[in-house]
């Protein structure tokens, strides 16, 4: 079994897209059906067996937005404290892209500032530690 270097067992793995326009990035309200229901966060999920990471983010953001995206490259990396090691990759969305909330898996989309982001009470955590990564430079897009 693979271990993030704090000991923590990886037991899944996931992505995450990173989609900004204007200044602002793509952020979703997760469906109160699926995990962590009502939480916002940016749009990402499993990697599927034999699925590699560009093509995950592609799945995914079709999955749950209809979006149309072209991977660029993943800018951090992490494990969260359930054991799903993440891999956060910007995204350029396809300007003939009209987002389309998934009905199960997404309830809102928005497009949002690492303020309001950082500001809203129902972020998911994982989500945070990422923006203040971009805030104070130790992450970069």
Do not use: Y
Request: proline share 4%.
């Amino acid at each position: 079994m693979e271990r993030e270097s704090s000991g923590i067992p990886v037991l899944k793995r996931g992505v995450i897209a990173i989609a900004k326009r204007d200044g602002l990035f793509l952020a979703i309200r997760r469906g109160q059906t699926v995990v962590a229901g009502g939480r916002v966060c940016f749009p990402g999920g499993h990697i599927e067996p034999g699925e590699e990471e560009h093509e995950a983010v592609v799945r995914e953001c079709a999955e749950e937005l209809a979006a149309v995206v072209e991977p660029i490259q993943c800018v951090w990396r992490n494990v969260t404290a359930w054991g799903t090691a993440l891999s956060w990759w910007t995204v350029v969305l396809s300007s003939e892209s009209v987002l389309v909330a998934h009905p199960i898996e997404v309830d809102e989309v928005f497009w949002l500032s690492i303020e309001q982001m950082l500001n809203d009470p129902t972020l998911m955590e994982g989500n945070r530690e990422f923006l203040e990564g971009l805030q104070s430079g130790q992450i970069s897009l």
